[in-house]
C-alpha cells in the first residue's frame, strides 16, 4: 500500500476566500487523483494530475475553480477557488501504485464552507 | 463513460449473518473491480479488488464475483461482525493507470448485535 498524507485534515472557510490542500505520498508515483465526496455521497473525480504536465479535468470540473499543482512525483496541491457553501465535501487524495491498478487515497479533508 | 450502480443503499444485517452487495457497470472496457471500506471520518480502504480474467476471489470473510456477460460483481461478506459497519463502495475502470475510479453510490452496512 501507500502512504498518503493530506493537510487540512478539517477547515472551516469564508465564502468568497480559498483554500489549498496538499497530499504528500511516501514513494514516487505517476498518476495522481483528486476527488470531490459531498455529504453522504460518493466519491467523483476532479481530476488527474501528471507531474510536468497540465492536469486533466472531469467533466463538470475546470481548471479556474480547481487549480492543481503536481511539481515532483510525490506531492500534489488542490486549491478550491472562490469558496461558496456548495464546496462543502471531503476532497480526496489518490495515487496508483506502479503499473498496478490498485488505488489508495488519504484521509481526506474535510471542508466547511460557511 | 463508465457508469456504476450499487445495491442496496443500506443494508441492515444480523450478527453473524451474511451481507451481499450488488453493483452493475456499464462499459464493457471495464476491466477492474475494486471494493472499498469507509468508516466514519476516514478514507476508503481497499478490501478487495477483482480483474476481468477471474470470476471470483476469496479473502477469509470477503469474496467478490465478476459475472462480466451481465456486467455485474457482487461482494461477499459472511460470518458479519461489529467491526464490519461501514460505508462499502464498489468501483470499476478501464485499468490503463491513466483513469480514476468510478464509484457506486454506497451501501451502509448496519450490523446489529
Known amino acids: 500500500s501507500a502512504v498518503i498524507s493530506q493537510k487540512p485534515s478539517r477547515d472551516i472557510c469564508q465564502r468568497g476566500t480559498s483554500l489549498t490542500i496538499q497530499c504528500q505520498v511516501d514513494?514516487?508515483?505517476?498518476?495522481m487523483f483528486w476527488y470531490r465526496q459531498q455529504p453522504g455521497q460518493s466519491l467523483t473525480l476532479i481530476a488527474t494530475?501528471?507531474?510536468?504536465?497540465?492536469?486533466?479535468?472531469e467533466s463538470g470540473f475546470v481548471i479556474d475553480k480547481f487549480p492543481i499543482s503536481r511539481p515532483n512525483l510525490t506531492f500534489s496541491t488542490l486549491t478550491v477557488s472562490n469558496m461558496s457553501p456548495e464546496d462543502s465535501s471531503i476532497y480526496l487524495c489518490?495515487?496508483?501504485?506502479?503499473?498496478?491498478?490498485?488505488?489508495?487515497f488519504g484521509q481526506g479533508t474535510r471542508l466547511t464552507v460557511v | 463513460g463508465e457508469n456504476v450502480e450499487q445495491h442496496p443503499s443500506t443494508l441492515s444485517v444480523q450478527e453473524g449473518d451474511s451481507a451481499v452487495i450488488k453493483c452493475t457497470y456499464s462499459?464493457?472496457?471495464?476491466?477492474?473491480f475494486p471494493w472499498y471500506k469507509q468508516e466514519l471520518g476516514k478514507g476508503p480502504q481497499l478490501i478487495i479488488d477483482?480483474?476481468?480474467?477471474?470470476g471470483e476471489k476469496k479473502d477469509q470473510r470477503i469474496a467478490v464475483t465478476l459475472n462480466k456477460t451481465a456486467k455485474h460483481f457482487s461482494l461477499h461478506i459472511t460470518e458479519t461482525q461489529p467491526e464490519d459497519s461501514a460505508v462499502y463502495f464498489c468501483?470499476?475502470?478501464?485499468?490503463?493507470?491513466?483513469?480514476?475510479?468510478?464509484f457506486g453510490k454506497g451501501t451502509h452496512l448496519i450490523i446489529q448485535p
Open positions: 514513494s514516487q508515483v505517476t498518476m
Open positions: 468501483a470499476a475502470t478501464s485499468g490503463r493507470g491513466a483513469d480514476g475510479l468510478t
Open positions: 462499459d464493457s472496457a471495464s476491466n477492474y
Open positions: 494530475a501528471n507531474q510536468g504536465s497540465e492536469a486533466t479535468y
Open positions: 477483482i480483474r476481468s480474467n477471474v
Open positions: 489518490s495515487v496508483h501504485r506502479g503499473q498496478a491498478t490498485e488505488a489508495f
